[in-house]
């Protein structure tokens, strides 16, 4: 089992739609979670954390986390072309210091 | 604020060379990390660097090695290049996350592009 998983798409949604991205993890002592998006060619860029059960939004974006269940998510609202990326899962567990786990990402196209 | 900084941006090597590359954090951020992101391979954690210290080391070999000066730059070095050295690095940093509880996140350069040939 990875340790960081995501459905590596691609995910097509239309623009205006809202986009549901997903994250699983195996270390439950994971304390920390971020999201990151990342244009081809480009490097990674953090638009979200969360820390604590439950939601946390930003604009258009809405962290979810369940530490139960070892999920957590992203929601984009209002998709936009411009969130056309790779949007990568990254948990810091509590006993491996500062160092990320990263998912293999999910591809998000979103279609005028 | 600048961003985190990396240098060069692109570098081409044969098999066997080796190879030096560079990181200025945020200002004010003690931790710096590397990363590889090598095609279909993801983001892999390389090392791991706070307050001059080498903190945690990923599953790579020794040949890839690095250190953190005073000022909190970095470098990460790479002997006897191998053709699946091939990627793009990036480096990272943070505000300290030595401390066991710390949730800084980590913001990244634009990392630099090695071919190896």
């Known amino acids: 089992q990875k340790e960081v998983e995501q459905n590596s798409g691609p995910l097509s949604v239309p623009e205006g739609a809202i986009a549901s991205l997903n994250c699983t993890y195996s270390d439950r002592v994971s304390q920390s979670f971020f999201w990151y998006r990342q244009y081809s060619g480009k490097s990674p860029e953090l638009i979200m954390s969360i820390y604590s059960n439950g939601d946390k939004e930003d604009g258009r974006f809405t962290a979810q986390l369940n530490k139960a269940s070892q999920y957590v998510s992203l929601l984009i609202r209002d998709s936009q072309p411009s969130d056309s990326a790779t949007y990568l899962c990254?948990?810091?567990?509590?006993?491996?210091?500062?160092?990320?786990?990263f998912g293999q990402g999910t591809e998000l196209s979103v279609k005028p | 604020e600048a961003g985190v900084t990396q240098s060069p941006t692109h570098l081409i090597k044969t098999r066997g060379q080796q190879v030096t590359l560079r990181c200025s954090p945020i200002s004010g951020h003690t931790s710096v990390y590397w990363y590889q992101q090598a095609l279909g391979l993801g983001l892999q954690f390389l090392l791991w660097y706070d307050e001059g210290e080498e903190r945690n080391r990923g599953n790579f070999p020794p040949r890839f090695s690095g250190r953190q000066f005073p000022n909190y730059s970095s470098e990460l070095n790479v002997n006897a290049l191998e053709l699946e050295d091939s990627a793009l690095y990036l480096c990272a940093s943070s505000r300290s996350t030595a401390v066991r509880d710390s949730n800084q996140p980590q913001h990244f350069g634009d990392g630099t592009r090695l071919s190896i040939l």
């Open positions: 990254a948990v810091r567990s509590r006993n491996q210091g500062g160092k990320l786990i």
